[in-house]
C-alpha cells in the first residue's frame, strides 16, 4: 500500500480533526504522517500533529505554490483546509498541488467562491434548484420595502461575523451604516429548527456521505450539544447539493426547517470540516479514512444514509502545556 501524507492547513484548534487522521491511518491499510500548517505558534494543533509544515500567510500570493511545494517535499498525498481562509486560495492551485504528486480536497474556484461569498452562494443555489431564503444586497436594499425580521450577514463572513437580526426598517438601516463592508440582508429564518449536514464529495464531485445533525447548543463560532438525525429528506438535501454543486471533499450545509420538516433554505455552506466535526465521526461518517482511500487513487463507495442516528454529542475544554525553551515551544 503507498504512503498517505495529509497535510490539513490552517489548523488552528482543530485537533479533533488531527487526531481523527491520524487515528484513521493508525487504523490503515496506508501509513503516513499527519502534517499541518499555521501562523500560530500557540496553535494547539501544531502539538497533536507528526510535523508542522511553515507556509505564508494565505492572502500571500506565494501560498499555493507554497502549498504545492510543502507536498512535493513532504511526500504529501492529500490537503485539506480546516477554515474558511484558504479553500478558495486551494482551488486555484489544484493544478500545482496535483502537480506535484497530491489532491487538494476543494471544490473548483467557482464553487469555493461562491460557498464563501454569500450573495454569490444564494445566486448558486436558486440556479440549481436548492432552497435559499429571500436575500438582497445590502447596497442596494430599501429598508422600508423589506419582510421584516431580517439578518444582515457580511458578504465574506466567517464566525458569525456581522450577523445582526433586525426587526424594522430602523434597525436595519442602522446597521447597513455600522457595519464598514459589504453586507447582505436575509429572511431570518431563526424561528425554525436549525440544522447541518456534514457532507463528503469525491474527486468528481459525487455525494460519498451526508449526515445530518440537530443544534441543541452552540457558542457563536461552533456547535456544542447537537445529534445527529436519521431523516432521509435531509440525507437527500446533502447528497443534491454535493452532485448538484460539485462539492470535492468535505463540506458543511447548514440551514433551518419547520416542524414539519420542510426545508426553509440553506443559509451557509462551507467547503471544509464543520464545527461539528466529532459527532458525524462518532456516528460512522469515517471522512477522514475515505479522504486518505481517494488520495491513495482508491475507489470509495457512497454511504448515504448509513451512519448511526441518535448519537448525542456535549462538549468541553481541554488543553495542550507546552513549555518554552532555547529551542522553542516543546509540548510538557
Known sequence: MPEVSVLLTCSGQRVDIVRAFRAALDAGPHTGRVLVSDADELSPSRYAADAVVALPLVDDPSYGAAVAEACRREGVRAVVPLTDLDPVVLARSKDLVRA???????????????????WRCHLMLVEHGLPSP?????????????????????????AGRHIHRCDDAAQLAFFLGYIGEPVVVQADLSHAAEFSIDCLGDLRGRPLGAVPRSMIQGNGREQVKGETLGDPRLVELGAAVVERLGIVGPCTVQGFRDDDGRVLGITDINTRFGGGFPLPQAAGADYPAKIIAMAAGEEVRPALGE???????????DQTFLVRAPGGLTPM
Do not use: I, N
Open 307 to 317: 451512519h448511526r442516528a441518535g448519537v448525542v454529542m456535549t462538549r468541553f475544554l
Open 134 to 158: 429571500a436575500t438582497w444586497r445590502g447596497s442596494e436594499v430599501d429598508p422600508a420595502d423589506l419582510p421584516y425580521p431580517v439578518r444582515t450577514k457580511a458578504v465574506l463572513g466567517y
Open 100 to 118: 506535484a504528486g497530491a489532491q487538494a480536497f476543494v471544490p473548483d474556484p467557482e464553487v469555493a467562491r461562491g460557498c464563501q461569498d454569500k
